[in-house]
């Protein structure tokens, strides 16, 4: 009977067995993860292998390192432009403000050449012609400023390098027309002492009615007996 159980067992007939494992899920996880971790780094390790092989890092590097000297450089040209920019703002300001100085110089200058040339036209005017026998009038004009106001100046001189002390007045007549008949006036102010030695420059307004027309200014020199000296007439 054993001799028949033992020969079933071992013949063809005999059951299956099933050899099962007993390692727990999770480790069987945990395997399978540094498994595929393994195979990721060996993919990783072979594509960085590939790649410097076939030389695109070192590509990947120069051109890195181009486009970083290229960077350098537009921004050195920035900043020098930007410096050259300044400089040339500073530049304009500082030639601007030497025009305006130059333009308000200019004015000043032409304002004191339109006044030299009125003073030398009026001391050309004053220049006697010709030796004369005794006092005269030199230089009179006259204008009008405003209605009954008239503006005035002369020279009184008098020959030789030292003539006696003159000691007299002027008078001064105005001339011209009211309401449409001939007018003269001498006004109060009109009438002043004169007292000089060689020159005298004689200037100042006449107040005289707003409506007349004056015509022509006359000036008379008098001696402290009243004898006239000098006379001289000048239109306006």
Do not use: C
């Not at 079933?8 to 005999?14: D, T």
């Not at 050195?76 to 432009?81: D, G, V």
């Amino acid at each position: 009977m054993r001799w028949k159980l033992m020969r079933r067992r071992l013949s063809i007939s005999a059951p299956r067995m099933i050899v099962r494992s007993h390692l727990p899920w999770p480790l069987r996880w945990a395997a399978l993860a540094v498994v595929l971790g393994f195979s990721a780094a060996i993919a990783v390790w072979a594509f960085e292998f590939g790649k410097d092989i076939a030389g695109l890092d070192r590509n990947a590097s120069a051109e890195l390192k181009r486009l970083r000297a290229e960077v350098a450089q537009l921004q050195a040209e920035r900043e020098r432009t930007a410096s050259i920019a300044s400089a040339a703002d500073s530049l304009l300001k500082t030639e601007r403000a030497a025009q305006e100085r130059l333009t308000q110089q200019l004015k000043q200058i032409e304002a004191e050449n339109l006044t030299l040339k009125a003073n030398l036209g009026f001391f050309e005017r004053l220049l006697p012609t010709g030796a004369g026998a005794g006092l005269s009038i030199r230089g009179l004009h006259a204008e009008s400023r405003a209605p009954g106001q008239l503006r005035f100046q002369l020279l009184v001189m008098q020959p030789g390098k030292s003539p006696p002390e003159f000691r007299g007045r002027y008078e001064i007549t105005l001339v011209g027309t009211l309401e449409g008949k001939p007018w003269s006036y001498t006004p109060p102010d009109g009438t002043k002492p004169l007292q000089m030695k060689q020159y005298l420059r004689v200037e100042g307004m006449i107040d005289h009615p707003s409506e007349a027309v004056v015509e022509s200014l006359q000036v008379r020199v008098l001696d402290a007996s009243g004898g006239v000296k000098a006379t001289q007439t000048a239109k306006v």
